[in-house]
């Protein structure tokens, strides 16, 4: 396939994803809104753009990892946008999560151009970005798929497909919304267990050889009592995707009152000043109510 392709965001997750298709031997054109995080790409042979647009005019496929559904509609339709600029034939793969509203208008906008816009949201943190160990849910038509299927198996480990964009969309915000909910209901447990006086690692442990467990109860109720709430996933960014679940939950007449429950959490530790830091960051504001830490060995 042609080696030349781009990539449009370079937060934390893009950058480590940009960085594994560079040293796969992929020609790499690049653009972030601030240049400065794009240097260490440029320094490893990224070629730097000034525009969504001028990346899309030397790239076949373009890959973007947006913070929001405003960020993505300006990035692609944009004056300077991936859409104005992109060649026949050529695929827009965005991997961030946004409203599946976005992603069906977008699906539409550039079919009628005779381009293709896919949606491959991703689930995984940073560590899974660097070492290409990503899930992705890919929606949109199978002739563009199959032209960027041997990019996408350089970023992640498993792949499920899906006939339209935003089909993945509503998969990616569903596992959000469990991860939401799972964070908020491990920190009312730990901040319970230290005020009732049980030991947090020890009901962790449980956790651990029970059919309740999960990895992340482990990660993060870890995290929690080491009080490490440094980020991998912003709780700015919970807080949109909870959002996001809520409004879609409305479109579709579905009721999601345990997404409201973790909306109100995440809106106040935002409101706290803690909204740059890990979404485990949460088990702050259940702290501050119960007048007890969570912290290890107290």
């Known amino acids: 396939m042609d080696k030349s392709i781009g990539f449009v965001g370079l937060g934390m997750m893009g950058e480590r994803m940009a960085e594994r298709l560079l040293n796969a031997g992929f020609s790499l054109t690049i653009y972030n809104r601030t240049k400065e995080k794009a240097e260490a790409l440029i320094r490893k042979g990224g070629r730097w753009s000034d525009s969504p647009a001028d990346v899309a005019s030397r790239s076949q496929v373009v890959f973007s990892m947006i913070s929001n559904s405003e960020a993505l509609k300006q990035i692609a339709e944009g004056d300077r946008g991936i859409l104005h600029a992109l060649p026949a034939g050529g695929v827009h793969v965005d991997m961030s999560t946004v409203s599946p509203e976005t992603t069906k208008s977008l699906g539409d906008i550039y079919a009628s151009k005779g381009l293709s816009f896919m949606h491959s949201p991703v689930l995984g943190s940073t560590p899974q970005a660097a070492d290409g160990s990503l899930l992705l849910f890919v929606g949109g038509e199978e002739s563009a798929f199959k032209k960027v299927e041997p990019l996408l198996k350089v970023l992640g480990s498993r792949i499920w497909r899906f006939t339209r964009p935003e089909e993945a969309s509503h998969t990616k915000l569903l596992c959000n919304f469990f991860i939401a909910s799972m964070g908020t209901t491990l920190a009312q447990a730990l901040v319970y267990a230290a005020k009732a006086g049980v030991d947090r690692e020890k009901f962790l442990d449980i956790l651990d050889h029970s059919s309740l467990n999960a990895p992340m109860y482990q990660t993060k109720g870890n995290s929690m009592?080491?009080?490490?709430?440094?980020?991998?996933?912003?709780?700015?960014?919970?807080?949109?995707?909870?959002n996001l679940v809520q409004e879609s939950g409305k479109v579709l007449d579905v009721p999601m009152p345990a997404a409201q429950v973790a909306r109100e959490l995440f809106a106040e530790t935002v409101r706290k000043g803690f909204g740059r830091e890990d979404y485990s960051a949460v088990v702050k504001?259940?702290?501050?109510?119960?007048?007890?830490e969570a912290r290890r060995g107290h």
Do not use: Q, S, T
């Open 225 to 242: 009592l080491d009080r490490n709430f440094a980020p991998r996933f912003f709780v700015e960014h919970m807080l949109k995707d909870v």
């Open 285 to 292: 504001v259940i702290e501050e109510k119960a007048g007890v």
